[in-house]
């Protein structure tokens, strides 16, 4: 059996996961974003905007500042490649992969958290208006079709009306999907049918089986080498169907099964999975991209302990709120707590923090012109004096790349 040095893996999973390729000398296109999405299976999506939205900062920390509005449209116009779906989360997925997940489609009824599931056996008839309303007025958001039911007034956020619920229960069984996001960010509903490409909706349903391998190939290519649990964790499958999944694959030869070193984990590393090289790249990590959101995969593979301190109350986070972790080539490096302060135009760095053993001086002249490149990406002007943290007197005291 193939043996793997930790930095090797590392590798792998970098090249696999898009990191590291040629600079771009030209913006990037749609041509890229796609290359992207081939790379990660995937975007998770998540509403927090205190720095940018996170389905599109992993296109930005492959192939740096793009035209977001690429995204948009791949996702809100004809011809869509890429749709709404529960993936890893709530994710933005590519069309093609719609029969693939139709078997959770199929388990709404037992599957779908407590809200959505009880509006279908309790008020199956409020179901079946909000679904003729979106046939008859769709692409429409919730509160355009808001039924007056009062709400209650605790939970603030996920205080859903009994018709949100409904839409999301339609959501959940593939009945209606997205047809893109207004303003707010809130879903335009449209009937799946009037919203996939007509050979997506045509395209035959898969067994389970099925099914299975085929995202777990997908998870297997994005990775490039991992555990079969970290397999399973990308699109969220049963352990029992993603188990006989990579034993049909290591069957197949698609997977080869390898050891890593420090692993106890038995490795599966895909056939295709690129070579391990040491990738050039200095950029920010999202919180929600797929390189690190298994947060025992990002320690054993990167030495990163990483937590999300969102919803920790301020006095007790340890880093800061909204943490983003600074990869400069193959390592995690820094770690910043970071705020675009739109009002001002300025990009705020309340807090930067080195990792253990690295060189402060060299990776704060990294960080400085990846702060700059990320303030301009997102149309503010400056950045502003790192606040605390232990790398902030260091970053502060190196000169601005222009």
Known sequence: MERFTLTQARRITLAAQGFGGRALTSPP????????????????????NVLQRAHYMPAYSRIGPYDTALLDRASSRRPRWLFEYWAHVASLVPVH??????????????????????????????????????????????????????????????NWSDTKQALEFLFYEGAVTSAGRNGSFARRYDLTSRVLPPEVVAAPTPTDEEAYRTLVEVAARAFGIAAEFELRDYFRLPPQGSRQAVADLVEAGVLVPVTVQGWKQQAYLHQDAPGPRKPSVNTFVS??????????????????????????????????????????GDRFTARADLKADRKAGVLRVPAVWAEPGIDPESTARALRPELERMAGWLGLSAVAPAERGDLAAVLNGVTSSA
Do not use: C
């Not at 890229?32 to 081939?38: A, C, K, S």
């Open 29 to 48: 296109t749609a041509r890229h974003l796609r290359r992207v999405v081939e790379s990660t299976g995937l975007l998770q999506i998540d509403s927090v």
């Open 97 to 158: 992969l719609q029969p693939a997940l139709r078997w959770r489609m199929r388990q709404a009824r037992e599957k779908a958290w407590g809200g959505p599931r009880s509006i279908a056996e309790n008020r199956p008839d409020l179901v079946r208006w909000v679904l003729d309303e979106v046939e008859a007025r769709g692409p429409v958001t919730a509160a355009e079709i808001e039924e007056d039911v009062p709400r209650a007034k605790v939970d603030w956020g996920w």
């Open 287 to 328: 919180p929600f991209d797929p390189l690190i959101w298994e947060r025992d995969r990002t320690e054993r593979l990167f030495g990163l302990r990483y937590r999300i301190e969102i919803y920790v109350p301020e006095p007790k986070r340890e880093h800061g709120y909204y943490v983003l972790p600074f990869l400069q």
